[in-house]
């Protein structure tokens, strides 16, 4: 059942039910019990007195055999309960009340017993008073008996049944007012705007609730701060593209304007430089994002490096066909890493990319692998103009363009490759060479990469 | 007219030098502050375009340094922050005019004309000297309503001197004025351009000081 307020009304109404129904049975057995106890207790009495009533003379049993004067008393519901018969030893009836029936109501000589006659069921208590040489037997019926104890129920059981009906009602009524605070709370979400992600009051809600409001109120809290993220970022994207975008229109417009051919060559050429890069901007704003957003996924494959960075720099050397040359050392390319691939590339097209647009032409980058005491880096050098000591802090901030930056820079790559660097848990870290260019490390824990290239060579055990 | 462009996207900056260009300015073009100040210690600019948000710094440093030097020079800002309090701050930093990216290449021209003819104490938009109009905006030319035919470098000469009538420029100067840092100059180019300006316009106009330089009569004379 869904709705909270059917399963409260249920439980209670079951459980409310189940304590009647027990009180009922409870009271049922005890006054049964309790009934039999004082009846048999009568029988026993009812026959005493009847066979000292006879000892003592008062009734003659010689008398036997006229029936006794019959008393006719209207019949009321437990009128007429006890029937008596007194027997004689050699079996003669010497005398029986008028309900009594006309065999004898038990073979027993003395004692309870109960005999069945004519259908109804007797309750028999014989007594023997063996001076006079009579059996007194006094019964009881056992329908009557019975009857006593259902009306006794039934006086009990008949209101509680007409209650039932309201005590529904008003545990309904209960049930509905106690989840009140609930339906406020409900009302107050329900009306409120997408964009009001502010806290909910919960000073004076019941303390059921405040654990609920307090981990909405946190719930709103995180969403807030991703959303201000997420505009910030929008914001910083949008405005970082309207250069570019200037830049093409400004093109365009001397393209269209200008008759002279060398002028338009340029200019048409300047664009192509422009769409490059603003292609290359929109490509970094998707990795970053992807990569905030854990797009990536974390599951930790293997990374065969020299493979990965042997394909990424023909991809990069393809667009930028004058570019630097790539070398690889045979260590890093026989290298397996246990980080996520994606990640990996990511991190390390960036990296390649900056190398690759800062190299001149002529002078070689160099991919290497340095193995230090506990950790292991995957580094690449180049021979480009490096970066300003006073930057280096600086140059993996979003949008930071520093002083050698080329035309192709939009200031995301560090950033991005920063960030991929710590998904995937290792740590970047830039420095100038002293003789000239950057140098990147890419540095993984020895203790994990270790541990990571058994499992993958191995064959992936887990 | 010179000015100064500073500007850190490559393709936008040689856009606007080339596309300004053709609009009859002579643009230098730089892409970070340093160079920025440099070059608006060293050189006399008619005018600035100024990006906002440069490598080292912001453009707002160079105009507060400008303004500081007591500079006049007008200064058009360029930026992708365009919102209403950085238009703002930028006006109030001492800019004097603000164009969010992306802008029109003719506008920016045009809003350059206004804030030089401004500067210049002047509100038409055309230069007036005796029955001569120079309109710089279509870079026509007219001398008692017929038009004359004028060359880019030739018309810039004419614009220089008919912006102060008397006073005298001379060949550095009107050098400076006509031809950007990377351009090749010949050594009599300016000599052959106000020879053919006085074959089109004319005798008595362009008059020469000798050893000194080039200007016109003040138009009351």
Redesign the interface.
């Known amino acids: 059942m869904k709705s909270i307020r059917g399963r409260l009304f249920m439980i209670l109404m079951i459980t409310t039910g189940v304590v009647w129904m027990s009180a009922i049975a409870w009271i049922y057995f005890s006054t049964k019990a309790e009934v039999e106890r004082v009846l048999d207790a009568r029988l026993t009495e009812a026959a005493r007195m009847v066979s000292s009533l006879i000892t003592s003379q008062e009734i003659d049993t010689r008398k036997a055999g006229s029936p006794p004067a019959t008393i006719t008393v209207p019949h009321v519901a437990y009128d007429r309960q006890l029937s008596c018969q007194i027997w004689g030893f050699d079996g003669t009836l010497v005398g029986r009340s008028e309900s009594a029936p006309g065999q004898p109501l038990t073979d027993r000589k003395s004692g309870f017993s109960e005999t069945s006659i004519g259908g109804e069921t007797w309750r028999v208590y014989a007594v023997e008073n063996p001076e006079l040489g009579i059996r007194v037997l006094v019964g009881d019926n056992l329908r009557v008996r019975d009857r006593l104890v259902t009306d006794v129920i039934r006086g009990l059981a008949l209101p509680a049944l007409l209650i039932l009906p309201v005590l529904a009602g008003l545990i309904w009524l209960s049930v509905r007012r106690g989840l009140a605070p609930l339906n406020a709370m409900a009302r107050t979400l329900a009306t409120r705007r997408a964009s009001d992600l502010s806290a909910l009051p919960h000073s004076d809600s019941p303390s059921e609730i405040k654990p609920v409001i307090r981990s909405l109120n946190g719930l709103f809290a995180r969403v807030s701060a991703a959303r201000e993220h997420e505009r910030d970022f929008t914001a910083f994207a949008a ?2 593209l ?10 365009a ?2 393209a269209l ?2 008759s002279d051919e060398n ?1 338009r060559e ?2 048409l050429r ?2 192509v ?2 769409v490059d ?1 603003t292609a290359r901007l929109v490509r970094q704003l998707t990795d970053l994002t992807n990569a905030e957003n854990g797009e990536f996924g974390h599951d930790e494959g293997h990374v065969d490096v020299g493979a990965a960075l042997r394909e990424l720099a023909d991809d990069i050397r393809q667009q930028h066909r004058n570019a630097a040359p790539v070398s690889i050392s045979a260590e890093l390319a026989q290298l397996k890493l246990g980080v996520n691939p994606s990640l990996f590339m990511v991190g390390a097209r960036n990296l390649l990319e900056n190398a690759i647009l800062h190299s001149p032409p002529d002078k070689p980058m160099r991919c290497c692998l340095r193995r230090g005491e506990g950790d292991l880096a995957v580094v690449i050098e180049d021979c480009g103009p490096g970066i300003p000591e006073d930057e280096l802090p600086k140059v993996c901030d979003r949008f930071f ?3 050698n ?1 080329t ?1 192709m820079g939009s200031g995301l790559g560090l950033a991005i490759a920063e960030l991929a660097s710590a998904r995937m848990g290792a740590v970047l870290h830039l420095e100038n060479r002293a003789e000239g260019g950057l140098r990147a490390e890419l540095r993984f824990a020895q203790a994990a990469t270790d541990q990571r290239r058994v499992m993958s060579t191995d064959g992936d055990q887990n | 007219m010179r000015v100064l462009l500073v500007e850190d996207d490559a393709v936008l900056l040689n856009g606007l030098q080339v596309g300004l260009g053709m609009a009859g300015l002579t643009v230098e073009a730089v892409s970070n502050c340093a160079d920025a100040k440099l070059a608006l210690e060293t050189s006399a600019f008619d005018a600035v375009v100024l990006d906002l948000m440069l490598p080292d710094g912001s453009g707002l440093d160079i105009l507060e340094t400008l303004r500081q030097r007591q500079s006049k020079v007008p200064v058009l800002l360029l930026t992708a922050r365009d919102s209403v309090p950085d238009r703002i701050a930028g006006l109030d930093a001492g800019a004097d005019d603000y164009l969010g990216k992306p802008f029109d290449l003719d506008e920016v021209a045009a809003r350059l004309r206004a804030l030089t003819r401004r500067a210049g104490g002047h509100a038409t938009a055309t230069l007036h000297w005796r029955d001569i109009v120079l309109d710089p905006a279509s870079m026509n030319v007219t001398r008692a309503g017929e038009p004359v035919r004028l060359s880019r470098r030739e018309f810039s000469i004419l614009r220089a001197l008919i912006d102060r009538p008397g006073q005298i420029l001379s060949r550095s100067q009107l050098e400076e004025r006509l031809y950007g840092w990377q351009e090749e100059i010949e050594s009599n180019a300016i000599e052959v351009h106000i020879h053919n300006l006085r074959a089109k316009l004319g005798p008595g106009v362009v008059e020469t000081v000798r050893g000194v330089g080039y200007r016109i009569a003040e138009a009351s004379s």
């Open positions: 405005h970082e309207r250069t570019p975008i200037a830049g093409l229109k400004t093109q417009q001397i304007g200008s002028i340029n200019a300047q664009i430089v422009g890069r363009r520093g002083r930056q035309s």
